[in-house]
């Protein structure tokens, strides 16, 4: 009865030490997969980079002309809206005057954009009744400071941002005083036969100031900084290595670089908070 008794205990007893190495087995496999850092990269290039200077201004009609009554009275009749389209010399109110009945016409083709009477209404001479403008086209006005003058010449081609939308302008007129604020007046002209751009809003304006030519360039965020120190993680073979660089420029979402990095190459630009160097990474988009 003992011996069964033991050898019912010894069968237990390898049966709990197979399974404790299974489960050591497991937990090694898991530790070793837990080792594998999932992350993002994409590829170095080798292409110029052009520094751009933000600078913001306001939009505005090409031409704009008022309409204007030649004497005082009441209006008797609107013939146009705003937005609506009229040539020189179209019929844009009718006044009842002292001296009899009036047509207050357009001086120039455009667009109603700032009708200011109603029927009924007393016009005076000395105040517009409607505003005629050329939107076809659209002018961006601006100001730079005498450093930025010497990036910006007439006929220059420059990005233009107006809620959101990517335009390109011509610079037509840059100035050579200075204003009251001690800055210089530009003005640049954008297409605008669709309409997409009303006078009145902000836009942004992109000044190149510097061009670098065939740098090496990575996304922003691939760049890590420790202690006065740039670095990035470049992968090879599944395997992340740490490479030290000097950051030459940095705009907006690529930055510069000099280094032992060449075209090509693997950056990680989402992840490498978690890496050291030399772990090994799966990468699992950005390519």
Same mark, same amino acid.
């Given at each position: 009865?003992?011996?069964?008794?033991?050898?019912?205990?010894?069968?237990?007893?390898?049966?709990?030490?197979?399974?404790?190495?299974?489960?050591?087995?497991?937990?090694?496999?898991?530790?070793?997969?837990?080792?594998?850092?999932?992350?993002?990269?994409?590829?170095?290039?080798?292409?110029?980079? #052009?520094?751009?200077?933000?600078?913001?201004?306001?939009?505005?009609?090409?031409?704009?002309?008022?309409?204007?009554?030649?004497?005082?009275?009441?209006?008797?009749?609107?013939?146009?809206?705003?937005?609506?389209? #009229?040539?020189?010399?179209?019929?844009?109110?009718?006044?009842?005057?002292?001296?009899?009945?009036?047509?207050?016409?357009?001086?120039?083709?455009?667009?109603?954009?700032?009708?200011?009477?109603?029927?009924?209404?007393?016009?005076?001479?000395?105040?517009?009744?409607?505003?005629?403008?050329?939107?076809?086209?659209?002018?961006?006005?601006?100001?730079?400071?005498?450093?930025?003058?010497?990036?910006?010449?007439?006929?220059?081609?420059?990005?233009?941002?107006?809620?959101?939308?990517?335009?390109?302008?011509?610079?037509?007129?840059?100035?050579?005083?200075?204003?009251?604020?001690?800055?210089?007046?530009?003005?640049?002209?954008?297409?605008?036969?669709?309409?997409?751009?009303?006078?009145?809003? #902000?836009?942004?304006?992109?000044?190149?100031?510097?061009?670098?030519?065939?740098?090496?360039?990575?996304?922003?965020?691939?760049?890590?900084?420790?202690?006065?120190?740039?670095?990035?993680?470049?992968?090879?073979?599944?395997?992340?290595?740490?490479?030290?660089?000097?950051?030459?420029?940095?705009?907006?979402?690529?930055?510069?670089?000099?280094?032992? #990095?060449?075209?090509?190459?693997?950056?990680?630009?989402?992840?490498?908070?978690?890496?050291?160097?030399?772990?090994?990474?799966?990468?699992?988009?950005?390519?």
């Amino acid at each position: 009865m003992k011996k069964v008794i033991l050898g019912i205990f010894f069968v237990l007893i390898v049966s709990l030490l197979a399974a404790c190495t299974e489960s050591n087995e497991n937990a090694a496999d898991e530790e070793q997969e837990e080792r594998v850092v999932a992350v993002e990269a994409k590829e170095a290039v080798e292409k110029d980079l #052009v520094i751009e200077k933000s600078i913001y201004g306001r939009t505005a009609p090409n031409h704009a002309a008022p309409v204007m009554a030649q004497a005082p009275g009441e209006v008797k009749e609107v013939r146009v809206e705003n937005g609506e389209k #009229v040539k020189d010399d179209n019929i844009i109110i009718k006044i009842s005057t002292a001296a009899g009945n009036q047509n207050v016409r357009s001086t120039t083709d455009g667009e109603v954009i700032n009708l200011l009477v109603n029927k009924g209404d007393m016009v005076d001479p000395e105040e517009p009744v409607a505003m005629v403008a050329d939107l076809d086209t659209v002018k961006i006005e601006f100001s730079v400071t005498e450093q930025l003058l010497s990036f910006i010449s007439e006929e220059d081609k420059v990005d233009v941002f107006v809620e959101g939308e990517e335009y390109e302008a011509k610079v037509t007129n840059v100035g050579t005083l200075p204003n009251e604020t001690g800055l210089y007046s530009v003005i640049a002209t954008v297409d605008n036969e669709e309409r997409e751009i009303l006078p009145g809003v #902000v836009a942004d304006i992109r000044i190149p100031e510097k061009k670098m030519e065939s740098a090496i360039l990575v996304p922003t965020s691939a760049v890590v900084s420790e202690e006065n120190k740039s670095f990035i993680f470049i992968v090879k073979d599944n395997v992340a290595t740490k490479q030290e660089i000097k950051v030459l420029e940095t705009e907006s979402d690529v930055t510069a670089i000099e280094g032992k #990095v060449k075209a090509g190459e693997l950056v990680v630009t989402t992840g490498q908070l978690t890496l050291t160097d030399g772990a090994e990474v799966n990468v699992t988009g950005g390519e």
